[in-house]
């Protein structure tokens, strides 16, 4: 069954310093976002995606972060320039046409020190 | 979105069927209600969905109550690999986000 698939699984980095999570969505998906989930808390809405360019974002996704779709299969979530709150699972999900069912990756752990 | 009421925790004997049960009493006519899980620190799993009908599929059962305003997730086996985070969510357009509430917490006891 395709999945969704996040790279790099844990990612450790200096606060300031500038981070890409990467994703490859499920392949015929047209549909992609970004959740972040601080440990102990709820899974949060960052973003959302679709015909190459963001189609809704959250308060938390301010001007630090970016998306892009750099060619056919990545999706890629920047963060500029890295905060010790920033530290957090970070999930790319996507979907396809109609009522089809959000999927998620396993994520990529964000540590800011 | 409407909102919906979940449990904050259950717990259930293994091999016994699990209900985790949610209301969304303000749930509109072109709301699906979808049910998704997540096992410790893992992404969300995407586990069934229904419009009015009850569905079934090789995880769960679903049922939706006539009036639309509840339903209830049904594990019928439940295993201990089954103890995770349970989420009812309603949603609507297919580009549509998934806004996640705090979920259920089942504890599958051996």
């Known amino acids: 069954e395709p999945e969704v698939t996040q790279t790099p699984s844990h990612q450790v980095t200096q606060m300031g310093q500038e981070v890409i999570l990467r994703c490859v969505p499920i392949?015929?998906?047209?549909?992609f976002y970004w959740y972040r989930q601080i440990l102990g808390q709820k899974v949060e809405f960052l973003v959302s995606?679709?015909?190459?360019?963001?189609?809704?974002k959250s308060e938390i996704f301010d001007d630090q972060f970016s998306v892009e779709r750099p060619d056919g299969s990545n999706f890629t979530l920047k963060i500029r320039s890295t905060k010790l709150e920033d530290s957090a699972m970070y999930f790319c999900?996507?979907?396809?046409?109609?009522?089809?069912?959000?999927?998620f990756g396993n994520g990529t752990r964000l540590t800011v020190t | 979105d409407a909102k919906t009421t979940q449990p904050t925790s259950m717990d259930c004997a293994e091999g016994r069927a699990a209900n985790l049960p949610c209301n969304h009493s303000?749930?509109?006519?072109?709301?699906?209600v979808y049910w998704y899980r997540q096992i410790h620190s893992q992404g969300p799993q995407y586990i069934i969905h229904?419009?009015?009908n009850n569905e079934t599929n090789e995880m769960a059962s679903l049922i939706i109550t006539e009036d639309r305003k509840s339903s209830t997730l049904i594990l019928p086996h439940a295993t201990l690999r089954d103890t995770a985070v349970y989420y009812c969510?309603?949603?609507?357009?297919?580009?549509?986000?998934?806004?996640f509430g705090k979920g259920t917490r089942l504890h599958i006891l051996p």
């Open positions: 303000t749930i509109s006519g072109n709301e699906y």
């Open positions: 969510i309603v949603r609507v357009n297919r580009d549509d986000k998934i806004i």
């Open positions: 995606f679709y015909n190459n360019e963001i189609s809704e």
């Open positions: 999900a996507s979907g396809g046409q109609g009522r089809s069912p959000l999927h």
């Open positions: 229904g419009l009015k």
């Open positions: 392949s015929n998906h047209l549909y």
